[in-house]
């Protein structure tokens, strides 16, 4: 029988990708990272947030499983990033794959939270039913996991508020396609095919 206290992780991806809206959230937070992705493992292959979900529309928001090689982290490629580890029981974490299973199941029914963005930026809790901004999901999926962070609704979680709490660990901080545990294959063929792009793009002019 297995040990539900035994020891085990989950993983909070900070991240500033420099688009417009980070840059814009950043002048009013002046904080370095903008953006909260929940992580199942060390090598980035289950991220899940709430965020854009075309990377070109950032008002098309909702919950969203980030390929941190395609999608939004692709088309910026000199993204910043902290991975933080958060070590929890076997049963915590558990609870935590229950409760991003069925914001899966149900994905269409959620939206991005832009007015409770918008509150948190003046430190106004508002909560709208099936809506999340980006760290709000975060803290809540912990929350509904049996991690209490904070005593302050999750509506009022920042990124900044992860990278200092002291129950984390820092396990990576720099760009995101430097970061060791990534698959160096995939990287590649991003930055070949950059390259190609480059390529064409100098020949057209």
């Known amino acids: 029988m297995g040990d539900d206290h035994s020891e085990s992780s989950i993983y909070v991806l900070l ?13 009013f937070t002046a904080a370095p990272y903008n953006h909260a992705s929940l992580a199942l493992d060390a090598e980035l292959n289950d991220v899940f947030s709430f965020g854009r979900k075309y990377p070109k529309k950032p008002w098309a928001g909702g919950f969203v499983k980030e390929d941190v090689y395609e999608g939004t982290f692709r088309h910026y490629p000199d993204t910043r990033c902290v991975l933080l580890r958060l070590r929890i029981s076997k049963q915590q974490r558990d609870a935590a794959v229950r409760i991003i299973r069925s914001f899966q199941k149900e994905k ?15 430190n106004l809790d508002i909560e709208t039913k099936n809506a999340y901004f980006c760290s709000q999901f975060v803290s809540e999926a912990l929350r509904k996991s049996g991690l209490f962070l904070w005593d302050r609704p999750s509506t009022l979680v920042t990124p900044n508020d992860f990278l200092h709490h002291p129950a984390f660990d820092t396990v990576y901080e720099g ?31």
């Open 108 to 122: 269409q029914a959620y939206r991005y939270n832009l007015i409770g963005l918008l509150g948190v930026l003046m």
């Open 175 to 205: 760009f995101l396609y430097d970061y060791p545990l990534l698959n160096r294959d995939r990287l590649k063929y991003i930055r070949n095919v950059e390259e190609a792009s480059s390529e064409l793009e100098e020949q057209a002019v």
């Open 15 to 27: 991240t500033d990708t420099g688009t417009l809206f980070t840059t814009l959230i950043k002048s």
